[in-house]
């Protein structure tokens, strides 16, 4: 019998950077019990991203900040909307390159991510915020 | 008990820029009464985008412009596929950097959008088109 | 009676290109006699995307090519992360900046693709690369 979950993570970033939750959905799916199925994931936010990326080497976060630091930079001559700092109309961009929901399907009680797949929260700005993630799931 | 309902939004665009429709999804959630659930939507073409973004200042959606308009120029030499005119390569390729398919929550019966988040077609051809977007609610 | 159904397409690239596989799941969609519902697709990789784009004129997708490999250069010098060749880390931005899955809804009996719309893999290595996409149905 088809069914749904529904719940929220609250993740605490420390300014703009990377922070994997891949986990914290993993452990909602097996509570769950749901064996087959999909997950949809929203960001509430209009700064920061969710982006499935490779877990394994840190250089390749590192080398993705650098990219999008020269793709789209901070205080660029450009932008007129400046009045919440030099980080805020950046940070929009990147969302809209990016995403802000994911659905990933559940076969066999797991998440369908391949091997090297870890989902994070892509922190756009520069200070902290505190972001939230809506995880809707539905199967059975 | 489950179930499903669908429906198409046509948003008849008067050339490049951004369109929202939040309200009209809003208002075919709360016809269908479902109280929990997730809408996905997909827009049938390839020269235009369903973006999430804040819908508070005015300014943000003329910096996307100004931004998109650099990053992919239209008329750029580096293009073949000009018969459709100017705009048309810059346009499919903005497409690609953002996205034709959302999938949202439906948290107590509402869209789990976050406070600044609104729905909108953004048109990427500089003359008017209609554009059709599907919708499709699954909950209960 | 709402139900769901899962399936595994292997792609096998010869290297950085567009592999078209609509018709792969309009086949199983078919098969499925799922009617109204929706499908989702998720590639299980993280130098690889999903996209919905044109699929008349193959010109498009050689000014795709040019237009991203002038946007993510190969070997560009900002790069840290260059162990696995120089085509590795412009492949991830490549994937960040476009999607790993997809969710087109079902209508009578057939994807809600427009006109033009064809689904493909964009292989962003240079090598060849086996490509596995998770097909989700849920539908009646």
Known sequence: ???QAQHEITIASRGRGFYEFTDEVALLLRNSKIQTGQVTLHLQHTSASLLIQENADPEVRCDFERFF???VPDGDSLFEHTAEGDDDMPAHLRTALTAVNLTIP???GRLALGT???IYLWEHRTHPHRRHVI???IGE
Do not use: K
């Open 1 to 3: 019998m088809l069914r």
């Open 69 to 71: 630091s020269r793709l």
């Open 106 to 108: 559940i076969v066999s």
């Open 116 to 118: 090297w797949q870890g």
């Open 135 to 137: 995880v809707h799931f």
